[in-house]
């Protein structure tokens, strides 16, 4: 269980919060580059840690990201005119520039002081791997840009999509991290015992400690002398990534890929999940017609939401169209989906859970050190520290991997080679 207070600390993460001070040191994802798709195209709403802001492409195709209300008489500056390198509110014609400042002030005469003294709030915004990412802390401890592994695959062999949640990141974070429900609640083949998850429903978990976050390990006994063993790669504050190397029967891991998830959170009680994959290696990129049918597969294709939004179709008010012959007979909910299944889980705990009310078990480990690593760093943050996991330098090089291993051989010996980035 997590104390009232603890719980607090970690889910909060509005201006001033200790948790969202912590946050505000990281560049965040927001929007998928696509969102904003040239230069003077139209502004997109944009919340992120509880703040209101509007982002843009300007004329050098440059991103700005600005507070959603205009210094002048607070007009939304969603309405603005996007035009020669600035956003223009058009209540009285004021326009400012990607750095906050104010480039025109056509409803005051001309050289008026005003204009020199007023700004709209601007954070720094860039462009990368499909992504566009802004950081919302102190400019003296800016961080050097993301630098991600799957970053670094070309566009060709990489794939990110973004999908909405209706609840408190941290919940949706541990679900990421939570290794042992995929032995339920995505078993979609109740009577395959072909399926690790299906031989063996109690996987062995070790947490290793890193400068980044950690890396996890499940081990689960596909035979009397092999296991099948899944490294996960977690890193501070929300990103989790994973490999899916080796065919599994029956599975869905039929093509060398990686996957991973960064859970953003836009509020105390929503957040967007930015859904990564990228090609094992550059003689293999993602073939797009296999990266549609993945996402069709969980649930979070184009055709599973809201048209012109992130929001999933299936949702709570529908309650994920859950079809209990299925359940009964087929899957373990009677929810299609992996994806939609997570979301029926996480947010049916509410939009932020009790953590004082739980009791955790052994299969939980990464989900507590993870607790432990957030509540650590944020009080580093409000000590005048640096958390750890900011410069990309100490996570660039690492990935993920999965693959069958026999009993006497540790996976250290036998994957330690897999476990570098070869992009």
Known sequence: MLRSEENEKLTRVGPGTPGGNFMRRYWQPILLASELPEPDSA??????????????RDSEGMIGMVDAYCPHRR????FGRNEECGLRCVYHGWKFDRNGDCVDMPSEPAGTPLQARVKIKAYPAIEKGGVIWTYMGPRETMPPAPDYEWMRAPASHRFVSKTFEHCNYLQALEGGLDTAHSSYAHNNDIKNRNMPR????????????????????SQRRVEEDLN??????????????????????????DYPRFDGHIW???????CFVFNMMYSYDQNTPLPMDL?????????????????????????????????????KNKTFTGIAGVNTQDYALQEGMGTISDRSLENLGSSDKAI?????????????????ESPPGVDPASHGHVRAHDNYLPNNKTWQDALASELVAKW
């Open 75 to 78: 007009a939304p500056m969603f």
């Open 368 to 384: 507590a050190a993870m607790r432990r690593l957030m509540s650590r760093s944020i009080d580093a943050v409000a000590n005048g």
């Open 291 to 327: 990266v549609l049918g993945w996402e069709a597969r969980a649930g979070r294709g184009p055709q599973h939401h809201v048209p012109g939004s992130f929001k999933l179709i299936a949702n709570m008010s529908n309650d994920y169209f859950i079809d209990r012959d299925m359940q």
């Open 228 to 253: 099948y063993v899944r490294i996960y790669q977690y890193i501070m504050p929300t990103q989790q990534m994973r490999g899916s190397i080796v065919k599994i029967e029956g599975g869905m891991a």
């Open 43 to 56: 502004p997109v709403r944009v919340r992120l840690l509880g703040e209101d802001l509007i982002a843009y």
């Open 264 to 270: 953003t959170p836009i509020d105390d009680e929503s």
């Open 198 to 217: 299906n031989r063996d429903k109690a996987p062995r978990l070790d947490v290793e400690l890193t400068d980044y976050g950690y890396r996890y390990i």
